[in-house]
């Protein structure tokens, strides 16, 4: 039998504590969403529910919670925030990858300034704007807000990508008279998927997550994105967490499912160029 | 049909770069300019949301929250620990995570992905997730201490004397992928064949790690620092999400102060000024970092 190394052994520990580490508290409120509200509240914890139930879940799309609702609200300024992003930095990334434009390096800090911006130095400036317009209380202000967050980090991502791209494929559409926004149409952006994969992606999850903007621009019940009705909750009505649980759990899974597969096959991807370097 | 000498600059590149220069430029300049203005006057929120800006009074906004506020050195002080703590708890966490994930095994591209969990979730879900974990009645963690034998008694880890530390073990829980995630980066960067030579020449794990992997590692450092300085400091979520900045001001950072400035006091022009003291802080700090690591 192979001796275990002392290397080998510490790797598997730190494997395990890495797992438990990012994964317990999801993991936790996963199961906890699936239990009574008396096991809940038991005296032992369980770590699988000893009875499993679906209340909670009923509760949240019935009951006077209509979390469907909130759902609906946030998906509609992730579609927004995604269209407008896709298409705002697919434009500036190629015209800043392919065109000679006098100070291009000062407009890309520029957008890389706007992308570390903290949020909570913009807050009072965006209310400001907000207000101004009169659209507080409205989803447009979160899909005209965010964009300022995705729209630098997009137009990097796709920048870089297009810049690796061969000029001989986009000079030879040229030569036959294709304009440039036909060849990003018809030859870059066909080959680009996964690099559209991660913008979509990116501005799915952040506008599905943030909550300070959406917590301070909506004031309606009704208009309130998923993150601001689960805040809501904990702070309004007693605290039931079988509930809250079931709505955090639903808050998580779509990010988990759109973000994971992507992820790794990144991580995939790195191992694989680090493999070819080394 | 006219020719010209020297061909006109096409408007095209204007076309594609354009827009999205002009959403962001307006969306952030014009509004932070005025926010500077604003702080300058006395404006408060009214139920109108047209009448926005107040008479003009100078620096008496700044005047008031460095020498008359009570709270204000409280916050900069806890900010400063805020900031501090995070980046040191993640840094080192996020050391070890980069260290195990850059060991080569079956499952290395999962791990890694699962690993970015806290960074990716909504921070809603995160500050339900460990209150509940860590609530004094049925939370599993302060169950899990009982048994052994730890904490008698519930602790209050929201309460005066641990807020500080929890708030910040959980932000840092969240910021850690972040941290592990430049560091792999960083990792990969080293030559593989430089540990191979010091073993063939004898040096421990040890020595390789403080010979070989931490001077590779510096700009990394730095990049760490920098950004999760950035990212760090003006982030409101969690600790409104867990204490509001409370109890008191035991954990009131800057961005919550300026949301209870502006919505709770009514005082636009109160937050205004504290928004523009984070921006000169993190500013100054950015300068300085980039001067002194010539980032």
């Known amino acids: ?278 | 049909m006219k020719t010209k000498r020297r061909p006109r600059p096409s408007l095209l590149p204007l076309f594609f770069v354009g827009p999205a220069i002009a959403w962001v430029a307006c969306l952030m300049f014009f509004p932070l300019t005025w926010t500077v203005w604003v702080s300058f006057t006395k404006t408060v929120m009214t139920e109108k949301s047209t009448e926005l800006v107040g008479p003009f009074i100078g620096l008496s906004n700044y005047y008031e929250l460095i020498f008359n506020d009570p709270n204000f050195p409280i916050i900069l002080w806890n900010s400063l620990t805020w900031t501090l703590g995070n980046i040191a708890l993640s840094g080192a966490i996020g050391l070890a995570i980069a260290l195990i994930l850059n060991e080569k095994f079956r499952g290395q591209s999962m791990m890694r992905a699962l690993m970015l969990t806290p960074w990716v979730i909504p921070s809603v879900a995160t500050t339900i997730s460990w209150r509940f974990m860590l609530n004094s009645e049925v939370g599993v963690i302060q169950k899990i201490m009982l048994a052994l034998g730890l904490a008698p008694e519930p602790m209050a880890f929201f309460g005066h004397d641990y807020g500080m530390f929890t708030v910040i073990f959980l932000n840092a829980w969240r910021f850690t992928p972040f941290v592990a995630l430049s560091y792999i980066s960083g990792l990969e960067s080293i030559p593989k064949d430089l540990y191979e030579a010091a073993e063939v020449d004898g040096a421990s794990s040890f020595q390789r790690f403080r010979s070989i992997t931490l001077p590779y590692l510096k700009p990394t450092f730095a990049v760490i620092g920098l950004i999760g300085v950035l990212l760090t400091y003006g982030y409101f979520d969690v600790v409104w999400l867990t204490t509001k900045g409370g109890p008191g001001t035991a954990t009131m950072i800057p961005p919550v102060y300026v949301w209870l400035s502006a919505f709770y006091e009514f005082s636009l022009s109160k937050a205004a000024s504290i928004s523009v003291i984070m921006a000169t802080i993190l500013l100054a700090f950015t300068f300085l970092c980039r001067k002194f690591l010539f980032k």
């Open chain 1, 1 to 278: 039998m192979k001796k275990l190394s002392t290397r080998r052994l510490l790797t598997i520990i730190g494997i395990v504590f890495i797992a438990i580490y990012s994964l317990f508290p999801v993991y936790w409120i996963g199961i906890t969403s699936f239990k009574p509200a008396r096991e809940i509240a038991g005296f032992t914890p369980t770590f699988i529910p000893m009875q499993a139930t679906l209340t909670h879940y009923v509760n949240l799309f019935g009951g006077e919670y209509y979390f469907q609702q909130y759902i609906v609200n946030s998906i509609i300024v992730a579609v927004g925030v995604v269209l407008i992003t896709l298409i705002f930095s697919t434009l500036a990334g190629y015209g800043l990858a392919r065109f000679k434009l006098r100070g291009k390096n000062r407009l890309s800090d520029l957008l890389l300034f706007a992308y570390v911006t903290p949020p909570g130095v913009l807050l009072v400036p965006f209310f400001l704007m907000i207000s101004w317009l009169n659209i507080l209380n409205t989803l447009g202000s979160l899909i005209l807000v965010y964009p300022a967050f995705t729209i630098p980090f997009a137009t990097w991502l796709l920048r870089s990508h297009f810049e690796q791209f061969p000029p001989e494929l986009e000079e030879a559409a040229m030569v036959d008279g294709v304009g440039r926004l036909g060849i990003l149409r018809r030859i870059v952006l066909p080959l680009s998927g996964p690099c559209l994969a991660v913008v979509v992606a990116y501005s799915l999850i952040s506008s599905w997550t943030e909550y300070m903007f959406a917590f301070t621009f909506m004031r309606s019940e009704t208009l309130k994105t998923v993150p601001v009705a689960l805040a809501h909750s904990i702070t309004v009505y007693h605290v039931d967490w079988g509930l809250l649980t079931a709505g955090a759990f639903i808050a998580v899974i779509p990010v988990l499912i759109i973000f994971l597969p992507m992820a790794r096959q990144m991580m995939k991807g790195w191992e694989i160029g680090a493999a070819l370097k080394g």
